[in-house]
Structures are given as C-alpha cells and as structure tokens.
C-alpha cells in the first residue's frame, strides 16, 4: 500500500529552526508537495519537489532523497505565526496526491 | 496565485436533509477537481476526482448516491451531501488544479455539522 510518515507533532522556539522529516512508500513518484494548514482552514502551498536537492524560498526550504523515499521541510527564524500543521504529499504513478497526517508544529516564545 | 472559492465557510444543518457545497476556481480553468473530508486531527482523505464533463470518480468507500458531485463546467464543481447524518459532520475542501499548474490550490474548506 502506499504511506507517507511524519511525526504528529513538533515542539520548537521562537527564532530557532525546526526540521520536519517525511518518508514516502508510494506506487510511482510525480513529486512532493509540502502544505501548510492553520487549524479549520484549508492548506496552503508551501514547496514542491520533484528532482534531488534542496529548494529555498525564504524562510522555508525543503529537500528531496528520491533514492530514500525520503523529504524535510526546514524552517528558519521561527515566529508564533508558523504554528500550524504542515502536511506532506507526493504525487503517485496517477498523478494523485497521497497525503501524510500531518505534522502539528508549537511554537514557544 | 490562482485562487479557488468555496463555499458556505460553514453551514449546520438537520440530520435527513441535504446539504450542497460550491467550489469555484476564480481566475483559471479548472480541468480537474478534487474533494476532500477531513476529521478532526486526521489526514485529508480524498473522496472523488472529478473533471469537467465527466463523471467523478469516487474512492473505495465513498458512496456516490449520497456524496454527488456534479462538474459541470471549468470553473464549477459542487458537492451535494444527501440525506446527512451526524456522522457526516466533517470538515470538506475542495482543490483544483489546471495543465499549467503544478501544485494543487485549495478552497478555504466547509465545516458541516449535522444535528
């Protein structure tokens, strides 16, 4: 069958950095997707990977093992903001978006 | 971005009525829409995949004589929650996504509560 795992949840500091890991066991690969989602409220787009690497944007970056089924989502200068559930998805051989249960993130002052 | 609507935001309804949900992409054509349910502290789980001018597919487990989806043209999808029961009270986000996008963009979600 096909999984993706994330920890359930992450506790971090205010203007630290917090690393979110995901490993993925899907029917084909297409990409992976990292989504940010503020409880009751719909995700919002954060990273896309689909070649080997690292991608940055800002205060967030996220790399791709495609060999070890593996991706982390990086954040940088955390803020109480970034307190949010941070969902990891890949796209499978259908092109369908498999999700991960998330990853709920605490932000500490 | 592109942007997709949803709506209502939330809506509260008695159990055996019906209950539909909007989902339009405001500024692109959607070839292709998903619907999502979400239960409290749990992965969104995808119900059907619908493109426009055919039928949706829906996944193992959803019934489709009481989720219908109708997607009628490319910048309209709705969800139509027939005879709803308590335990259909969820969280429903719609996604669209087009041939010159990558990534998925998501409604802003409907809380249903069946009472």
């Known amino acids: 069958g096909q999984n993706i795992d994330q920890p359930t949840e992450m506790t971090a500091t205010e203007g630290a950095i917090v690393q979110i890991n995901c490993t993925y066991q899907?029917?084909?690969?297409?990409?992976l997707f990292w989504y940010q989602q503020h409880a009751g409220e719909a995700p919002t787009f954060l990273s896309y990977?689909?070649l080997d690497g690292l991608e940055e944007k800002g205060r967030f970056s996220s790399f791709l093992s495609r060999s070890k089924g593996y991706s982390y989502l990086l954040l940088k200068e955390l803020q109480m903001k970034d307190s949010a559930s941070y969902l990891c998805?890949?796209?499978?051989?259908?092109?369908?978006?498999?999700w991960g249960a998330g990853t709920k993130l605490i932000i500490k002052p | 971005g592109a942007v997709v609507s949803q709506h209502p935001s939330w809506v509260i309804c008695k159990s055996g009525t019906s209950v539909k949900i909007e989902c339009r992409s405001l500024d692109f054509q959607a070839t292709t829409m998903f619907w999502y349910r979400q239960f409290p502290k749990q992965s969104l789980m995808l119900m059907a995949t619908s493109n426009e001018g055919s039928k949706a597919t829906y996944e193992q487990g959803v019934e489709k004589d009481k989720f219908l989806i109708n997607h009628a043209s490319l910048t309209l999808s709705t969800l139509t929650v027939t005879s709803a029961h308590p335990e259909d009270s969820s969280f429903y986000i719609c996604s669209a996504t087009s041939g010159g996008h990558t990534e998925a963009f998501f409604g802003q979600g409907t809380r249903l509560t069946v009472v």
């Open positions: 899907t029917s084909g690969f297409n990409g």
């Open positions: 998805a890949v796209k499978d051989s259908n092109y369908q978006l498999i």
């Open positions: 990977n689909v």
